[in-house]
């Protein structure tokens, strides 16, 4: 029962810096391009790098604390439903270049930061 409330707890704390950092984005720069998301979904795949390899190697036992930082924070501060509902708007609009644009970019730049968080965790740890 402690995994789960773990788990709530960080998917309740990484909802609340999700909607900080869009807030922050959408106040300081205006743009057809979601910067918020793109930023909290890059972010979120480089901090997933690092802490896959963190509780693989060094914190095994931590299942708790690998719950609630992961599947619960992590798992909440990335979303796939705004990046897909705000494709979807773009193609609406007829903004096809900032659409796939936004398709590949996410999905390369969170592959990229994800590659690098493993990497640079691992040569750390």
Known sequence: MELYFSIALGGALGALARYQISVFFTSHYLSVIP?????????????????????????QQYETMRGLLTVGFLGAMTTFSSFSLETLIMLQKGDYQSAFGYIIGSVGLCLLAALVGVQVTRSWI
């Open 35 to 59: 910067w918020g998301t793109i930023f909290a979904n890059i972010l979120g795949s480089f901090l997933m790098g690092v802490l896959f390899i963190v509780f693989q190697e060094k914190l």
